[in-house]
């Protein structure tokens, strides 16, 4: 485990490969044992995918408490205790999991960097946490400790918990806990680059499918196929996106009325005042004959506000350019931990003022 208390990178697939390893560990302890799991999920969605595995173990007979941050307890399986967090508490944005007893502990214990991995193939999958993990005995009574005294638990579960630890001082440290972990150590090195490997095969052949309806093959602009699936299972209340819808009225007609050259010319002029001003994790979408929307990922509100009155003063300066038509145009914007993304109300937001409203306007989230 690392020691220097800032933790290692970990991206969400190897988080949940070593969660599965420590949750395979709680099963395995011997009948009888007293055993402490606690689990801290961010929000009952991701529980939800994890809760045959914490019914299993609760019924094993393990003390099982799981948090998350939501308003009212959600339905829990039988034997596990909820520890419910308000939105305003670290501890919303910890993904961490804890096995104690006194023959063993495991504990991994990461935070959420609320940034995502630009070749990942969703956001998602793409978030980073920066962590810590162990199958020590010694780093599991830490973890164990720390969250006791920081879960709002009820006193039935605190004396619950407070009997293992007792029972768990009782026995000498396990030894050979350092000579455990260097198998595990190179069994987590080698599923992260496997699964760096196979996130970057996929994306080379989702670049060279011809078929995939990901991009737009003339202008080169991603299209609401790409945007569904880079969206897909979006988490509520973790990730901040910001999202800027741009609407540049009148190039849907350009082709129309100056030809086929024209209306490429303005549509790359367009792509490139926006893409001149973005991360490699941002996205352009074209959602419509006027409208591009710009997804990013992590950005403050007062960033993506300065986006969009950059874009805004850049197409207006298109019309120095060839084919030297103007081509207003309007943004509305906001950041947001909502799900689904409100991109509706975006539209709405800019078709209420049309040509005439400010150049900009946040939504509130």
Same mark, same amino acid.
């Given at each position: 485990?690392?020691?220097?208390?800032?933790?290692?990178?970990? &991206?969400?697939?190897?988080?949940?490969?070593?969660?599965? #390893?420590?949750?395979?560990?709680?099963?395995?302890?011997?009948?009888?044992?007293?055993?402490?799991?606690?689990?801290?999920?961010?929000?009952?969605?991701?529980?939800?995918?994890?809760?045959?595995?914490?019914?299993?173990? #609760?019924?094993?007979?393990?003390?099982?408490?799981?948090?998350?941050?939501? +308003?009212?307890?959600?339905?829990?399986?039988?034997?596990?205790?909820?520890?419910l967090l308000p939105a305003t508490d670290p501890l919303t944005r910890e993904w961490?999991?804890?096995?104690?007893?006194?023959?063993?502990?495991?504990?991994?214990?990461?935070?959420?960097?609320?940034?995502?991995?630009?070749?990942?193939?969703?956001?998602?999958?793409?978030?980073?946490?920066?962590?810590?993990?162990?199958?020590?005995?010694?780093?599991?009574?830490?973890?164990?400790?720390?969250?006791?005294?920081?879960?709002?638990?009820?006193?039935?579960?605190?004396?619950?918990? +407070?009997?293992?630890?007792?029972?768990?001082?009782?026995?000498?440290?396990?030894?050979?806990? +350092?000579?455990?972990?260097?198998?595990?150590?190179?069994?987590?090195?080698?599923?992260?680059?496997?699964?760096?490997?196979?996130?970057?095969?996929?994306?080379?052949?989702?670049?060279?499918?011809?078929?995939? &309806? %990901?991009?737009?093959?003339?202008?080169?602009?991603?299209?609401?196929?790409?945007? $569904?699936?880079?969206?897909?299972?979006?988490?509520?209340?973790?990730?901040?996106?910001?999202?800027?819808?741009?609407?540049?009225?009148?190039?849907?007609?350009?082709?129309?009325?100056?030809?086929?050259?024209?209306?490429?010319?303005?549509?790359?002029?367009?792509?490139?005042?926006? $893409? +001149?001003?973005?991360?490699?994790?941002?996205?352009?979408?074209?959602?419509?004959? %006027?409208?591009?929307?710009?997804?990013?990922?992590?950005?403050?509100?007062?960033?993506?506000?300065?986006?969009? $009155?950059?874009?805004?003063?850049?197409?207006?300066?298109? %019309?120095?350019?060839?084919?030297?038509?103007?081509?207003? &145009?309007?943004?509305?914007?906001?950041?947001?931990?909502?799900?689904?993304?409100?991109?509706?109300?975006?539209?709405?937001?800019?078709?209420?003022?049309?040509?005439?409203?400010?150049?900009?306007?946040?939504?509130?989230?």
């Amino acid at each position: 485990m690392d020691r220097s208390g800032t933790g290692e990178l970990l &991206g969400k697939p190897v988080l949940i490969e070593l969660s599965h #390893a420590i949750e395979q560990f709680a099963l395995a302890a011997a009948p009888g044992e007293p055993l402490i799991v606690i689990a801290m999920f961010q929000k009952h969605s991701y529980f939800e995918r994890a809760k045959a595995v914490y019914q299993e173990i #609760a019924a094993h007979g393990a003390l099982t408490v799981i948090g998350m941050a939501e +308003d009212a307890v959600p339905p829990m399986p039988p034997g596990v205790a909820p520890a419910l967090l308000p939105a305003t508490d670290p501890l919303t944005r910890e993904w961490s999991v804890t096995v104690l007893g006194p023959h063993g502990g495991a504990t991994l214990t990461a935070t959420d960097l609320e940034t995502v991995d630009p070749v990942a193939r969703t956001i998602e999958e793409g978030r980073t946490f920066r962590g810590r993990w162990s199958f020590r005995r010694e780093d599991a009574i830490r973890a164990v400790l720390r969250l006791r005294s920081r879960l709002r638990l009820p006193a039935p579960v605190v004396a619950r918990m +407070d009997e293992i630890l007792q029972a768990v001082q009782l026995v000498t440290e396990p030894s050979y806990q +350092d000579w455990w972990g260097v198998p595990a150590r190179y069994l987590a090195d080698r599923m992260e680059a496997a699964v760096r490997a196979r996130t970057a095969a996929e994306v080379a052949l989702e670049a060279v499918a011809e078929d995939s &309806g %990901e991009r737009d093959p003339r202008t080169g602009l991603y299209t609401e196929k790409f945007l $569904q699936r880079w969206t897909a299972g979006l988490g509520a209340g973790t990730l901040p996106i910001g999202l800027a819808l741009l609407r540049v009225f009148g190039i849907a007609e350009v082709r129309a009325d100056y030809g086929l050259r024209a209306e490429l010319a303005a549509l790359h002029g367009v792509s490139e005042c926006v $893409q +001149d001003l973005l991360t490699s994790v941002d996205r352009v979408v074209r959602i419509g004959r %006027e409208d591009f929307l710009v997804v990013l990922p992590s950005w403050p509100p007062e960033k993506v506000m300065w986006f969009c $009155q950059e874009v805004c003063e850049r197409v207006a300066r298109l %019309e120095d350019v060839y084919p030297f038509i103007a081509l207003p &145009g309007v943004a509305a914007a906001t950041v947001t931990r909502n799900r689904p993304l409100p991109i509706p109300q975006l539209v709405h937001q800019v078709e209420l003022g049309g040509r005439a409203s400010e150049p900009v306007s946040l939504l509130a989230d």
